[in-house]
């Protein structure tokens, strides 16, 4: 019975380590320099659904798929600005992982200091605004306070 668990046990750990590989050796491009262009390029782009790592990290299988999208257009010839051209087109801005600055980027990137700036200048300027002063006390109101002192008192 040890035996047939540990078999067992071998036979889960090679599936694992076999599906933890990013890409099957038959899926690189058979150039090196093709092949080193084409991963440059992995690094830029960001995994769709993972959103944090880069298609090169990436195990998603939308992952594998953009690789597979990149390799074939770099073994087309198309330059690195075509090939995020295209991606962009068809997947947004968001599909790089250091996109180009424009309007909207800036817009999402200024918003928050924006806004946090606004509430800082709110809270200084009603900090520095000067209070009006409390009214003094009539004389009924004195005598009212002295006689509940000495009531507290004593």
Not at 108 to 128: E, S, T
Request: charge should be neutral; charged fraction near 25%.
């Amino acid at each position: 019975m040890g035996t047939l668990r540990r078999l067992a046990l071998a036979a889960v750990l090679v599936l694992t380590l076999g599906a933890a590989a990013p890409d099957d050796p038959a899926d690189r491009l058979a150039n090196p320099g093709q092949e080193s262009r084409a991963r440059q390029l992995f690094r830029d782009v960001r995994c769709l659904v993972c959103q944090s790592q880069s298609i090169e990290d990436s195990e998603a299988p939308l992952a594998h798929d953009l690789r597979q999208l990149i390799r074939s257009q770099v073994a087309e010839g198309r330059s690195d600005a075509e090939i995020r051209s295209f991606l962009v087109s068809r997947y947004g801005q968001f599909v790089l992982l250091s996109p180009k600055f424009s309007l909207g980027n800036a817009i999402l990137w200024i918003g928050p200091l924006v806004v946090v700036l606004a509430g800082a200048g709110a809270l200084l300027a009603r900090r520095l605004t000067p209070r009006p002063d409390e009214p003094e006390l009539t004389a009924q109101e004195e005598s009212r306070l002295a006689s509940l002192s000495r009531e507290q008192g004593g």
